[in-house]
């Protein structure tokens, strides 16, 4: 009897039945809110990820166009040194990169650093970053993945006498 008493006292206090309220209405809204939270996965292209060989992919990454159309993309965007015609500077250029899962460029650089001018290097590697987001990225199964490029920049002045020269031992 002396809990039956308690029991009812407690019940219809006041303060009891605000916090009994609020209780069940925390209980109906904290699960809501998790159920509203904004979706925030996001493909995200690790600098960490595995780097393939050209032998380790079922398909190699690939420019628009192939490799003409990755010719023809450097041939129209590379801007020849100002220095380095003045110092008629010619050379190939190696540049090295990785084709990331989403068909960006990243961490591009020269191979054959030294072999030739600073400014034919920095052109090189501006060219080739100018390229990123423009390839279909390499497959290895079902699976996009990143893969290691290697190609040649070369730079070469042709003035009029060589191209004249060059026409006239074709005839």
């Known amino acids: 009897m002396l809990f039956a008493k308690v029991k009812m006292k407690l019940v219809t206090k006041p303060y009891f039945c605000l916090m009994k309220k609020i209780l069940l209405l925390l209980i109906f809204i904290l699960p809501l809110t998790g159920l509203a939270?904004?979706?925030?996965?996001?493909?995200?292209?690790?600098?960490?990820?595995?780097?393939?060989?050209?032998?380790?992919?079922?398909?190699?990454?690939?420019?628009?166009?192939?490799d003409i159309g990755l010719?023809?993309?450097?041939?129209?965007?590379?801007?020849?040194?100002?220095?380095?015609?003045?110092?008629?500077?010619?050379?190939?250029?190696?540049?090295?990169?990785?084709?990331?899962?989403?068909?960006?460029i990243r961490d591009a650089r020269v191979m054959n650093k030294g072999s030739n001018s600073e400014s034919l290097e920095k052109e090189a590697l501006r060219v080739v970053k100018a390229t990123s987001g423009m390839w279909t990225p390499a497959m290895r199964g079902n699976d996009a993945v990143s893969m290691r490029f290697r190609i040649p920049v070369e730079f070469k002045i042709f003035d009029d006498k060589s191209k004249s020269k060059s026409k006239s031992e074709s005839k």
């Open 37 to 66: 939270q904004k979706d925030t996965s996001v493909i995200i292209e690790e600098n960490n990820d595995d780097v393939y060989e050209f032998i380790d992919v079922t398909q190699n990454a690939e420019f628009p166009r192939g």
């Open 71 to 104: 010719q023809n993309f450097l041939a129209t965007h590379m801007n020849y040194p100002a220095v380095a015609l003045e110092n008629n500077e010619q050379g190939k250029v190696i540049v090295m990169f990785v084709v990331g899962n989403q068909g960006k």
